[in-house]
């Protein structure tokens, strides 16, 4: 059915909430206060709809020529307060408890803050990404929120004539001034000599992965040519990365998380961090415990991490391949550091931690919903929240990243609480 609705609210994941006789509709593409024309379907709880016509636009909604992910268009002030709304929304509504959000802080920089993007490459030449939700194909000169070496790159690329991948994840850092190239797609014996061509007009280092359904890079890689990394400075500390690897995406912003982080610990004997990829916050909490344990899964971030610990002279951080939920084995913990995916915590994990519980978790997510959910359980278990503190990793977006800290058996020491 097509209606006419006033938006009333954003949601957590982007929606625009608004209110019809028969129910509540979820509409993309929109902005509080803004009435539309949409065409809607019914899902199990609720209507979900299509943008058809924006009838009026709300003063928030700037005008960028921003890349199709973007869909949070509106003033840097008003996003900041939004993302801080879908925290304290998702934990009171998801996790039944009642907290202070402090403020969202904000990315350093607002726009050119991206250090990873992939991209599709176009049949007619060129780059573009898909939109959300939808298949069409978006082509861009440019993308607005990457940061400049990143785009150096992207200008080289979508140029360049590619024949077999379908597309191209760029990794750039700011702290070495450069970028290295993921080809995903073709024969890598056939991409050679344009691997080594790109290495000559600039390009640090190019990697090739298969194209694979469970995602970017989850099959074979072949490194082609040029480099194999280039390092980035995350506060404090600089690490290697890589287009066939996880980083963060804004390591500004990363970085004054993880610094924040330290600062709200304790410190003592024996911290673990699980899912710690290439171990960057471990690192930094290397200082304040005599013992860091860092474990993940991947086999190349625990590879990598471990080189950059012996370089960095870290002797009291070691790297420990294996799943987050076997965390039982690497207890007990003064502090346990959970970055888990969207996707949130195991059960068995959450188990683990309420029979053998640290004395603090840090808990950083980048999803509020499954975080609210987890936290909720943890509460249940003896913990207590006592800091939570929005970032914006990724501005013009819906996706926000969460700091938070939780108590096991004694008072917050003055830190926020939650009740």
Request: net charge neutral.
């Amino acid at each position: 059915m097509i209606v006419t609705l006033t938006v009333e609210k954003l949601i957590p994941g982007g929606l625009g909430l608004a209110r019809t006789p028969e129910g509540v509709a979820l509409v993309a593409d929109v902005l509080p206060g803004e009435t539309v024309k949409a065409e809607l379907k019914r899902k199990k709880n609720h209507l979900e709809g299509e943008l058809l016509e924006r009838l009026t636009t709300s003063p928030l909604r700037v005008d960028l020529p921003l890349p199709p992910g973007a869909d949070l268009p509106m003033r840097y002030d008003a996003q900041l307060e939004a993302k801080r709304a879908f925290v304290e929304e998702s934990l009171r509504r998801i996790g039944k408890v009642e907290a202070e959000i402090r403020p969202t802080t904000p990315s350093p920089n607002e726009l050119g803050y991206r250090t990873s993007g992939q991209y599709v490459i176009l049949p007619t030449g060129g780059l573009g990404q898909r939109r959300p939700r939808r298949s069409e194909l978006v082509p861009l000169e440019h993308d607005l929120l990457a940061e400049e070496y990143l785009n150096e790159a992207f200008r080289l690329l979508a140029s360049w004539p590619l024949v077999g991948p379908v597309e191209v994840v760029i990794q750039s850092s700011i702290h070495e001034k450069g970028a290295l190239v993921g080809l995903i797609g073709g024969h890598p014996q056939a991409l050679q000599k344009a691997a080594r061509a790109l290495v000559q007009e600039g390009i640090a280092g190019v990697w090739w992965g298969a194209e694979d359904p469970r995602g970017r890079f989850r099959g074979t890689i072949r490194h082609l040519a040029g480099r194999k990394v280039l390092i980035e400075a995350y506060g404090g500390i600089t690490a290697p990365v890589d287009p066939v690897s996880f980083s963060q995406v804004n390591p500004l912003a990363a970085g004054r998380m993880y610094g924040r982080a330290v600062d709200l610990v304790e410190g003592g004997e024996r911290a673990v961090e699980l899912h710690a990829g290439a171990g960057v916050l471990s690192l930094m909490l290397s200082e304040k415990f005599r013992e860091v344990i860092a474990v993940e899964i991947n086999r190349r971030s625990v590879q990598i991490g471990q080189k950059n610990a012996a370089k960095l002279g870290r002797e009291n951080v070691t790297f420990h391949r294996d799943d987050a939920k076997n965390v039982a084995r690497f207890l007990p913990a003064d502090l346990v550091v959970l970055d888990p995916p969207r996707s949130g915590l195991d059960r068995d994990l959450i188990e683990a931690l309420g029979q053998t519980p640290p004395r603090e978790i840090v808990y950083i997510a980048c999803d509020p919903s499954t975080w609210a959910r987890d936290v909720g359980r943890l509460v249940a278990r003896g913990y207590r929240l006592c800091y939570v503190e929005p970032f914006d990793f990724f501005p013009y977006t819906h996706h926000v990243e969460i700091l938070s800290l939780l108590v096991h058996g004694s008072p917050c020491d003055g830190r926020i609480v939650a009740q």
